[in-house]
């Protein structure tokens, strides 16, 4: 596709579970990156990926966020035990090598609702 | 880690009046500041940028500023339309491609 694609586009789910939220970012864009949005809030940066690597994981909040990019292209966010303040809008952006060379695409976001 | 602050968080014009978002940043290291634009539901948009070696850049309606001393940049908006109302929000990004928001400003332009 054109540009980035992140599915799904919402996921409710029940405080415990585990959560996966996946990002197709544009063809051919080595960096990618998983921010972490509230309401009213600007994006928070959780995970960033140079090709196959997290290049810096250190926004990701405690060890129950997870994300991996095995093929460099498709990336997977996870969440395991699910809590309430876990519920935000998780975006992914990818840039064609990274932030500082040229413009971050972001998708339209996976609303995750935690009850 | 970078901290970016940003004011105000809401902001309301007139049409045709101008609108100005302010932004701060900590790390002196930073060497390049774009700003988003998000309308609901969507994700956050490039609408400009500007690079530690250059003081002013300008796109049509929309200029940015940047005065690496203090730290601090800023958005000018210039004859605003209602199309123009949304969330802004200005970054910073450190030297290993980390890229951080401000809080964000939502602009209100009415007709």
């Known amino acids: 596709g054109a540009g980035v694609s992140q599915t799904p586009s919402n996921k409710v789910t029940e405080k415990g579970k585990y959560v996966e939220l996946r990002c197709d970012p544009i063809s051919g864009h080595t960096a990618l990156y998983w921010y972490r949005q509230s309401l009213g809030q600007g994006p928070e940066f959780l995970i960033y990926?140079?090709?196959?690597?997290?290049?810096?994981d250190s926004g990701l909040p405690n060890d129950r966020f997870f994300a991996v990019r095995p093929e460099g292209s498709v990336s997977t966010l996870k969440i395991q035990r699910t809590e309430r303040g876990d519920s935000a809008v998780y975006l992914c952006a990818s840039s064609r090598t990274g932030a500082d060379t040229g413009e971050l695409f972001f998708g339209e976001g996976s609303r995750l609702t935690v009850l | 880690g970078e901290n970016v602050e940003q004011h105000p968080s809401t902001l309301s014009v007139q049409e045709g009046d101008s609108a100005v978002i302010k932004c701060t940043y900590s790390d002196s290291a930073s060497n390049y500041f774009p700003w988003y634009k998000q309308e609901l539901g969507k994700g956050p948009q490039l609408i400009i940028d500007?690079?530690?070696?250059?003081g002013e850049k300008k796109d049509q309606r929309i200029a940015v500023t940047l005065n690496k001393t203090a730290k601090h940049f800023s958005l000018h908006i210039t004859e605003t339309q209602p199309e123009d109302s949304a969330v802004y929000f200005c970054?910073?990004?450190?030297?290993?491609?980390?890229?951080?928001f401000g809080a964000g400003t939502r602009l209100t332009v009415k007709p």
């Open positions: 990926f140079q090709g196959t690597g997290a290049a810096d």
């Open positions: 970054a910073a990004i450190l030297f290993n491609n980390d890229m951080r």
């Open positions: 500007i690079r530690s070696n250059v």
